[in-house]
């Protein structure tokens, strides 16, 4: 003579004290057109990328004075004329610093002429506004 044991579940408790499970409901197809949500973002602040620009531009300091301090050999410059010696590396920071110049210098450049047209497609602008009226939309 055996005794029927109540049905239990995988983890062990009583199966039939358990409240049976939702059949799935399958997608609809409103369900599925909805654009799914943009991933969040974290906006970066102002501190941040100063704190960014802050430690890469002490990396690059640090390489900078290891690159000197390496390069301490005595080598002969001349430049238009001008000769004299000094330490291989003080003579690649000038170089460096020199090139650094240039870019800077080319980069106002470029940047005050676009300044400039800018400004004078705004005058033009405002004067056909003032001939003409405002756009009617």
């Known amino acids: 003579m055996s005794t029927a044991l109540p049905p239990t579940s995988s983890d062990g408790t ?3 004290a358990q409240p049976p499970r939702p059949a799935p409901v399958p997608d609809t ?18 501190a941040a990328a100063a704190w ?7 990396l690059i300091l640090v390489l900078l004075i290891i690159l000197i ?5 005595n080598v002969e410059v001349r430049y238009l004329g001008l000769s004299g010696t000094l330490p291989l590396g003080t003579a ?8 650094g110049a240039v870019v800077t210098i080319v980069g106002v ?16 602008d405002t004067r056909h506004e003032k001939h003409t009226g405002p756009a009617s939309a």
């Open 14 to 16: 009583d199966a039939a």
């Open 29 to 46: 197809a409103l369900e599925r057109d909805q654009p799914s949500p943009p991933p969040r973002t974290v906006s970066t602040t102002r």
């Open 52 to 58: 960014f620009a802050t430690s890469a531009a002490l």
């Open 69 to 73: 301090l390496q390069n301490q050999a």
């Open 92 to 99: 690649l920071l000038i170089a460096a610093v020199a090139g």
């Open 109 to 124: 450049v470029r940047l005050t002429q676009l300044r400039l047209q800018s400004r004078r497609a705004r005058r033009r």
